[in-house]
């Protein structure tokens, strides 16, 4: 069984910055994308940033240059470097990941940006 968790959320000033961490854990891993989602008050759940095997990442463009997705194969590891964080940003992320071609999520984590 696949299981995905997620750390690091919490509650920042505007202009701050976040580290999220994600660690799955299961046996015979194969994972091939792994992303951020997150889910505003009152909106549907989104992609913020997701990275390939190869490193390879995308970004909405309202986290262009703010956000960045890195992973760590070797360790089944997924993170989200957020800077310079606005109210908008506020919402629960989520960590997911595609393995042997299933999707998996995880439980979520609050990131709350206020003053």
């Known amino acids: 069984q696949v299981q995905l968790v997620e750390s690091g959320g919490g509650l920042v000033q505007p202009g701050g910055s976040l580290r999220l961490s994600c660690v799955v854990s299961?046996?015979?891993?194969?994972?091939?994308?792994m992303a951020w989602y997150r889910q505003r008050p009152a909106n549907q759940r989104e992609l913020v940033a997701t990275i390939t095997r190869d490193h390879d990442a995308y970004y909405r463009d309202s986290v262009k240059g703010r956000f960045s997705i890195s992973r760590d194969n070797a360790k089944n590891m997924v993170y989200l470097e957020m800077n310079n964080l606005q109210p908008e940003d506020t919402a629960v992320y989520y960590c997911?990941?595609?393995?042997?071609?299933?999707?998996?999520w995880g439980q979520g984590t609050q990131v709350t940006v206020s003053s």
């Open positions: 299961g046996s015979g891993l194969n994972i091939f994308n």
């Open positions: 997911n990941v595609q393995d042997w071609g299933s999707l998996y």
